[in-house]
């Protein structure tokens, strides 16, 4: 019933910056849990960020945190991953994932673990 609608990849220099969106439509709730992963050519999809709807909880991939922010905007339903000084190996398909509820633990890292996803947002860093 969620539909999740991903935006704001592109062609960027490295050291450069992006913030993707994904516009969350459909039944959602208070508990709603979203995420993103990303998945290069040739490689397994990883995780990212995960944020709860409500509280201040985020998680992030401990090599990446210095430069990858997640932050939601619950009135217009939407999510964001805020990236700085990006590198040529950040470039991957980014994927905006969601649950019904709250996860908890190691399961809040396992792409199988997110019911709903979007088409994925293509993110290419040049030299």
């Known amino acids: 019933q969620v539909q999740l609608v991903e935006s704001g990849g592109g062609l960027v220099q490295a050291g450069g910056s992006l913030r993707l969106s994904c516009a969350a439509s459909?039944?959602?709730?208070?508990?709603?849990?979203m995420a993103w992963f990303r998945q290069a050519p040739g490689k397994e999809r990883e995780f990212v960020a995960a944020?709860?709807?409500?509280?201040?909880?985020?998680y992030y991939e401990d090599s990446r945190q210095a430069r990858f922010t997640m932050s939601r905007d619950n009135a217009k339903n939407t999510v964001y991953l805020q990236i700085t000084s990006l590198k040529p190996e950040d470039t991957a398909l980014y994927y905006c994932?969601?649950?019904?509820?709250?996860?908890?633990?190691?399961?809040?890292?396992?792409?199988?673990?997110?019911?709903?996803w979007g088409q994925g947002t293509q993110v290419t860093v040049s030299s």
């Open positions: 944020i709860r709807w409500s509280g201040g909880n985020t």
């Open positions: 459909g039944r959602t709730f208070s508990s709603y849990t």
């Open positions: 994932a969601g649950i019904d509820y709250y996860c908890s633990g190691s399961g809040c890292y396992r792409a199988g673990t997110y019911s709903y």
